[in-house]
Each structure stands twice: as structure tokens, then as C-alpha cells.
């Protein structure tokens, strides 16, 4: 079956770095396109960041375009968000996602949070 599992997170200072893996199992990874989305507590969740099956088709929120960076490795199954110059509001869980078939899947999240 298709699994989801985050790494990664923790407490960081802001202006700090830190960086989430999703390790997917149970599906043709190099496929499908892979999405990181986070939730911060009392609010909706939101996309952060997307990468094609191929690695070339790359997108990001607003929020974090110029200082997140999303990656896969086909070959390991995969993905990273590099999450740079993080501030007190990046601060969420955040999730992994992939769509096979009709189907949304996500991982359990990994909190990061962004406090001095």
C-alpha cells in the first residue's frame, strides 16, 4: 500500500535552516508528482511546494518562493524541502502528498518550529 513518512523536523532560531525528507513506498515513485503542504495550528492546510515526476516541473507558494527549495531522488524514492531564512511563521506541521489514481495520500507530518 502506499506509505508516507516525514523526517526532519524540530525547533529552529529564526533567520535558521532545516531540512524535511518524505520517504514513499508502495507505488511507482518516479511517476507521480510529490507536494509538500504544512498546517500551522488554528489554521487551514496549505501547499508550500511541488515537484514533477521527472524533477523539472517545480512549483512554490508565495510565502516561501526564494527560500525553500524542493527536491526528489528518484532512485532513493524521496523528497526534501530545504527550507532556508525560515521565520516564526513557517512554523506548522508539515506534510507529504501524492495523488495515485483517484486518490490523495499523505503522510503523518513532521513538526517544525521556528522560535527563539
Known amino acids: 500500500q502506499v506509505k508516507l513518512v516525514e523526517s526532519g523536523g524540530g525547533l529552529v532560531q529564526p533567520g535558521g535552516s532545516l531540512r524535511v525528507s518524505c520517504a514513499a513506498s508502495g507505488f511507482t515513485f518516479r511517476m507521480f508528482t510529490m507536494s509538500w503542504y504544512r498546517q500551522a495550528p488554528g489554521k487551514e492546510r496549505e501547499f508550500v511546494a511541488l515537484?514533477?515526476?521527472?524533477?523539472?516541473?517545480?512549483m512554490y507558494s508565495d510565502s516561501v518562493k526564494g527560500r525553500f527549495t524542493i527536491s526528489r531522488d528518484n532512485a532513493k524514492n524521496t523528497i526534501d524541502l530545504q527550507m532556508n531564512s525560515l521565520k516564526p511563521e513557517d512554523t506548522a506541521v508539515y506534510y507529504c502528498r501524492t495523488g495515485v489514481g483517484s486518490v490523495d495520500y499523505w503522510g503523518q507530518g513532521t513538526q517544525v518550529t521556528v522560535s527563539s
Open positions: 515537484i514533477g515526476s521527472d524533477g523539472r516541473e517545480i
